[in-house]
């Protein structure tokens, strides 16, 4: 089934999730693929679990928008394990929809992480999955995007995002 995505001002996106200990369920499989699918009709290349409303540290990853089935990633309980470059570039997230800042990442990231069976995985990756292993892994510890913009920007934002709870146009 497709979720409905959680938006800022939700408490769920700015607290951190809980470790998943339990794997290879038939909830979780049916978790994940309720996250490809609510992911893939909200047009996002990447979603983390409090995005729609369960506070676990899974993520699900398709840099490809599900052109090529070998880009579809499940990060459970992931951690950064090593950041090296930089890349300057614009970054989005769906519970903040309407808005795309710049943000400057990491330009070659590697993460570990477990799979849906609980075997644990490193994988590297390069520019748009950097970017993306960086902002799902900070889902899950309840950071959002718009905390690396500067306090002016993120002010601004937050006034806007105020104006359109007001008028009932934000979730
Ligand atoms: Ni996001």
Same mark, same amino acid.
């Given at each position: 089934m497709v979720y409905p995505i959680v938006k800022y001002g939700d408490p769920v996106l700015e607290r951190e999730a809980d470790d998943v200990t339990?794997?290879?369920t038939p909830e979780l499989h049916q978790l994940l693929s309720d996250m490809f699918e609510s992911m893939y009709a909200a047009k996002g290349v990447g979603l983390a679990a409090p995005q729609i409303g !369960?506070?676990?540290k899974i993520a699900v990853i398709d840099v490809s928008n599900n052109a090529?089935?070998?880009?579809?990633l499940v990060l459970i309980n992931p951690r950064i394990l090593q950041v090296e470059g930089r890349q300057d570039g614009e970054e989005g997230c769906l519970s903040v929809p309407g808005f795309r800042e710049q943000v400057r990442r990491g330009r070659r990231v590697t993460i570990r992480a477990q799979d849906v069976k609980g075997e644990f995985f490193e994988k590297t990756g390069e520019d748009l999955l950097a970017r993306a292993f960086l902002h799902e892994t900070e889902h899950l510890l309840?950071?959002?995007? !718009?905390?690396?913009?500067?306090a002016l920007k993120r002010d601004l934002m937050r006034r806007k995002i105020k104006k359109l709870q007001r008028a009932g146009e934000w979730g």
């Open positions: 339990e794997f290879d !369960i506070g676990r090529n089935p070998e880009d579809k309840g950071r959002l995007y !718009i905390t690396h913009l500067s």
